[in-house]
Nanobody
């Protein structure tokens, strides 16, 4: 399995930006579509964004569309999540994961997960 390590979280004011990174171990990174999910306290883990193996195709949750951008650098085994115009509702632990199968927005379709990085947006 691929080992994933997220970084880049932190505390930011509403309206601010953060860039999350997810570094993957192993030589097979480019063979996986990659997703970002988030989980707020007391809530289910929810889909944020997904990117294809080549990076040519992306999909986003409606709640982040136009504000977040997912990208990847297969040479660096890293996937990114650029988050702009953050609001309090974006506060959550953010996870990256390798996509296996199924619906791209379903967490059950992903297998390797990172430990998560906390994003806190203050008003």
């Amino acid at each position: 399995q691929v080992q994933l390590v997220e970084s880049g979280g932190g505390l930011v004011q509403a309206g601010g930006s953060l860039r999350l990174s997810c570094a993957a171990s192993g030589r097979t990174f480019s063979s996986y579509a990659m997703g970002w999910f988030r989980q707020a306290p007391g809530k289910e883990r929810e889909f944020v964004a997904v990117i294809s193996r080549s990076g040519e195709r992306t999909n986003y949750a409606d709640s982040v569309k136009g504000r977040f951008t997912i990208s990847r650098d297969n040479a660096k085994n890293t996937v990114y999540l650029q988050m702009n115009s953050l609001n309090v509702e974006d506060t959550a632990v953010y996870y990256c994961a390798t996509r296996r199968d199924g619906y791209y927005y379903a967490a059950s379709g992903y297998d390797s997960w990172g430990q998560g990085t906390q994003v806190t947006v203050s008003s």
